[in-house]
């Protein structure tokens, strides 16, 4: 996977912690993170505090396993987080 996400393998999820200087800078990946949900149809569950969110992937109902669009979605979302990151840094 990549440096932000970890695989799980029972029951099989992704997992990933993001952490933000500050609650405007979350607020923004959370944000973009829902619009990325809208238009993928993946949603990842969450939960966050004033700096941080944590994320897991499960995979689609009915699915024992992770599939490829499940990792792109989490690609996607670790991108969204670094580029959050860049504007404040």
């Known amino acids: 996977m990549t ?3 970890s695989e ?4 099989p999820r992704l997992e ?3 952490d ?8 923004a990946f959370l944000d973009e993170a829902a619009d990325l949900s809208e238009r993928t ?11 941080s969110v944590r994320m ?13 669009a499940e990792r792109d979605y989490a ?3 670790e991108q969204l987080a ?6 404040t840094g």
């Open 82 to 87: 670094l580029d959050q990151l860049a504007i």
């Open 16 to 18: 990933a912690r993001f």
């Open 41 to 51: 149809e993946r949603f990842a569950d969450m939960s966050f505090d004033r700096h």
């Open 56 to 68: 897991k992937i499960h995979p689609p109902e009915g699915e024992d396993k992770l599939t490829e």
């Open 8 to 11: 799980i393998q029972r029951p």
């Open 3 to 5: 440096e932000h996400w």
């Open 20 to 27: 933000f200087p500050d609650y405007g800078t979350l607020r």
């Open 75 to 77: 690609a996607n979302l």
